[in-house]
């Protein structure tokens, strides 16, 4: 077994660097525009400084998250952070739980806790879970991908880390973001060891293959995407085709890193501008220093090169993976109202055997973060009729 405990325990001597650095931070001299408008709100940008520097405790941050059982374990020559926490119940069922970005595993820390004990939170002890929440590679305290390209192989880690690591041969995914198109992977190459799985988006890369016979509601979702990367998708594109000049930029500056950081969770969230009406300094910056501590801004955009510079050679091979699994996986979706994209369940269902659509009532892109009791109650229900294949 390669599996060892892991404690986040970040050295002094960084913690102090990054103090330093907030100290002198240069910010724009006209820094007093209170709106979102053009990105970050300057005024918002010093408030939230301000407090990183004076009030945010990193040590309460960290023994919070060191509460949870972490682990690190080689697989396939790489180095892989995750948590794993047992569920309370006569028979829990493994799920892995996927994260995406700008977020990190961070993001299930609201829901960890409401899946692996639901009888403490007013759920039936039967619908307890094993749960395992990995750091994608390149994030957090998982190592950088050696390669360009290795988005398409993370579900292959995934299994062996299940499967051989932990000794799960049968068990359910949950993801969002990245995270669904690792899951959408784990299922398309596993489909034998995947049960079931359950998703909060549609992989928005779909929409660059040709389709047709479209509905009315699926014509208007794709003109609604297009829109949206007009819109609001600058920073995929520079992710994706200049990653590293940007890297070298917020690697260095943890008020660049912020900004770049916190606009996203303004924009793709559920709350009407206000962004500390779903999450407060705490959550925020606590998501913003792990990046910091850990020096993977740059990692975590390789996803989006992946993506942007994959050959007709690896969309092929995508396309062939269709056939094995991921149309054979049962698949559930929870569609929240603030999500960045709304594609019709017809949509999905050219490309998944959709069991299960829903409808939530508030809610965006951090869905885990924002609403982890409607979360995770949709996950229970999905997953309660597929825990006698376990």
């Given at each position: 077994?390669?599996?060892?405990?892991?404690?986040?325990?970040i050295?002094?001597s960084i913690?102090?660097?990054l103090?330093?650095?907030?100290?002198?931070?240069?910010?724009?001299?006209?820094?007093s525009?209170?709106?979102?408008?053009?990105?970050t709100?300057?005024?918002?940008?010093?408030?939230?400084?301000?407090?990183?520097?004076s009030?945010?405790d990193?040590?309460?941050?960290e023994?919070?998250?060191?509460?949870?059982a972490?682990?690190?374990?080689?697989?396939?020559?790489?180095?892989?952070?995750?948590?794993?926490?047992r569920?309370?119940g006569?028979?829990?069922?493994?799920?892995?739980?996927?994260?995406?970005?700008?977020d990190?595993?961070?993001?299930f820390?609201?829901?960890?806790?409401?899946?692996i004990?639901p009888?403490?939170?007013?759920?039936?002890?039967r619908?307890?879970?094993?749960?395992?929440?990995?750091s994608l590679?390149?994030?957090?305290?998982?190592?950088?991908p050696?390669d360009?390209?290795?988005?398409?192989?993370?579900?292959?880690?995934?299994?062996?880390?299940?499967h051989?690591?932990l000794?799960?041969?049968?068990?359910?995914?949950?993801?969002?973001?990245?995270?669904?198109?690792?899951?959408?992977?784990?299922?398309?190459?596993?489909?034998?060891?995947?049960?079931?799985?359950h998703?909060t988006?549609v992989?928005?890369?779909?929409?660059?293959?040709?389709?047709?016979?479209?509905?009315?509601?699926?014509?208007?979702?794709?003109?609604?995407?297009?829109?949206?990367?007009?819109?609001?998708?600058a920073?995929?594109?520079?992710q994706?085709?200049?990653?590293?000049?940007?890297?070298?930029?917020?690697?260095?500056?943890?008020?660049?890193?912020?900004?770049?950081?916190?606009?996203?969770?303004?924009?793709?969230?559920?709350?009407?501008?206000?962004?500390?009406?779903?999450?407060?300094?705490?959550?925020?910056?606590?998501?913003?220093t792990?990046?910091?501590?850990?020096?993977?801004i740059?990692?975590?955009?390789?996803?989006?090169?992946d993506?942007?510079?994959?050959?007709?050679?690896?969309?092929?091979?995508?396309?062939?993976?269709?056939?094995?699994?991921?149309?054979?996986?049962?698949?559930?979706?929870?569609?929240?109202?603030?999500?960045?994209?709304?594609?019709?369940?017809?949509?999905?269902e050219?490309?998944?055997?959709?069991?299960r659509?829903?409808?939530?009532?508030r809610?965006?892109?951090?869905a885990?973060?924002?609403?982890?009791e409607?979360?995770?109650?949709?996950?229970?229900v999905?997953?309660?009729?597929?825990r006698?294949a376990?």
């Open positions: 077994m390669s599996v060892e405990p892991f404690v986040i325990d050295p002094e913690l102090d660097d103090h330093a650095r907030l100290t002198v931070t240069r910010l724009d001299p006209n820094d525009a209170t709106d979102w408008d053009a990105g709100s300057p005024a918002y940008l010093r408030e939230l400084l301000d407090y990183w520097q009030d945010f990193w040590r309460a941050q023994a919070n998250i060191n509460r949870f972490q682990f690190r374990a080689r697989v396939d020559g790489s180095t892989l952070h995750f948590i794993h926490e569920g309370k006569p028979a829990p069922l493994p799920l892995i739980l996927t994260h995406g970005y700008p990190s595993f961070l993001r820390q609201k829901l960890i806790p409401l899946l004990d009888a403490a939170h007013g759920g039936n002890e619908d307890a879970f094993d749960v395992v929440v990995p590679p390149g994030y957090a305290f998982s190592d950088r050696r360009v390209g290795q988005l398409f192989h993370i579900g292959k880690l995934w299994y062996k880390l299940l051989e690591e000794g799960y041969k049968k068990f359910v995914a949950h993801g969002g973001d990245w995270g669904t198109t690792v899951t959408v992977n784990l299922a398309r190459s596993h489909p034998s060891s995947v049960i079931a799985m998703l988006d992989p928005f890369w779909l929409t660059f293959q040709k389709t047709s016979n479209h509905t009315p509601a699926e014509e208007k979702f794709l003109a609604a995407t297009q829109q949206f990367q007009m819109e609001e998708g920073y995929a594109m520079i994706g085709t200049r990653p590293q000049t940007l890297a070298d930029g917020l690697n260095d500056s943890p008020a660049g890193l912020a900004a770049w950081l916190i606009e996203k969770f303004q924009r793709m969230s559920d709350c009407d501008g206000d962004i500390e009406s779903r999450f407060t300094k705490d959550e925020l910056l606590a998501n913003v792990l990046y910091w501590v850990t020096q993977t740059g990692s975590s955009f390789l996803p989006y090169y993506i942007g510079h994959a050959g007709a050679g690896t969309w092929i091979a995508e396309k062939m993976k269709d056939l094995i699994g991921s149309t054979k996986v049962p698949a559930a979706f929870a569609r929240f109202p603030k999500e960045m994209t709304h594609p019709p369940r017809e949509w999905a050219r490309f998944y055997d959709v069991q659509w829903t409808d939530m009532p809610g965006g892109h951090f885990a973060m924002e609403e982890p409607l979360l995770a109650e949709d996950i229970r999905f997953f309660r009729d597929y006698r376990h």
